[in-house]
């Protein structure tokens, strides 16, 4: 056994003490930069998976597509004459057969349309002159109530269509689980093979003829609550809306058996693309292309 004498020191380990404090300070130091990372990370991931969530949910679904036709325009033809005394007219337009809906016929003073099934109407609600139309046979019957004196019958209709798709209607709604979408925001890009342009939404354009090469148009089908296309034009959860392009203006030359290609990119989310074929003829001014 070690003898003990007096004058020997003992250490009190302040030293090791001190170490010891210091890795307890480094440890706390680590542990805090490692949680105060590991919360910057959790949030990054959860903004990350937000984005990427609204990136697959957000998007169109299309409904359908449908091409139409302009219909071929006969101006200001005459018809012929109704002599000074007579109270009735017939006559035949040189063009067959006529389209409903295109008809408008005067004698310079009274102006007559045709509602659809064969029948011609006095603009204005007037009773001075009916009459009939066969869109078959282009034959129109005139009866005035009181005769009008001699005066010459012209007639401005339609026959026939040109021989290429002019507008189209796209007819869209959200993709289920979708967030709102504003009209603003959104593209439409269309290429037929040969052309292919990008186009943003006119919110005054009330017809294809106030659209151009770089505009598309809407008109909402279905508004569902809360109601608010009118002030914002955003789309919701079951809202229905009608993409117009003025296919002409935007120089796509669709005649059949065109590829044609549809893109609607809305601001965040998905990309919806169609692609489909015009048909092999065309018979009838509404087509249905998808």
């Known amino acids: 056994m070690k003898r003990m004498y007096k004058r020997e020191k003992g250490e009190f380990g302040v030293g090791t003490l001190i170490i010891f404090i210091a890795m307890i300070i480094v440890a706390a130091v680590a542990a805090t930069v490692l ?46 004459t109704l002599s000074a005394g007579d109270t009735t007219f017939s006559g035949t337009l040189d063009h067959v057969p006529v389209n409903p809906h295109t008809v408008s016929i005067t004698d310079g003073t009274h102006n007559l349309t045709d509602d659809g099934t064969g029948k011609l109407v006095e603009e204005g609600g007037g009773s001075n002159v009916s009459g009939t139309i066969n869109y078959n046979t282009g034959e129109i019957t005139l009866t005035y109530t009181t005769a009008p004196g001699d005066v010459t019958i012209t007639a401005t209709y339609g026959s026939g269509y040109y021989s290429t798709i002019a507008y189209l209607d796209i007819k869209v709604g959200l993709m289920a689980g979708s967030p709102p979408i504003s009209l603003f925001s959104v593209l439409v890009e269309i290429s037929d093979g040969y052309t292919d342009v990008t186009l943003t939404y006119n919110s005054s354009a009330n017809s294809f003829d106030d659209l151009d090469n770089s505009t598309f148009g809407v008109e909402v089908a279905r508004d569902m609550p809360p109601s608010n296309w009118e002030r914002d034009k955003v789309i919701t959860s079951g809202d229905i809306i009608r993409i117009f392009i003025n296919a002409s203006a935007v120089g796509l030359y669709l005649e059949p058996q065109t590829e044609v290609m549809v893109k609607l990119i809305p601001k965040h989310g998905v990309p919806n693309l169609v692609m489909f074929t015009t048909p092999s003829t065309y018979t009838t001014k509404y087509i249905d292309l998808w």
Not at 41 to 54: C, D, F, H, K, Y
């Open 35 to 80: 949680i105060q990372t590991a919360y910057v990370l959790q949030q990054q991931a959860e903004e990350t998976g937000s984005i990427a969530r609204q990136d697959v949910a957000t998007g169109f679904k299309v409904i359908t597509i449908q091409g139409i036709r302009e219909e071929i325009m006969y101006e200001d033809e005459t018809v012929g």
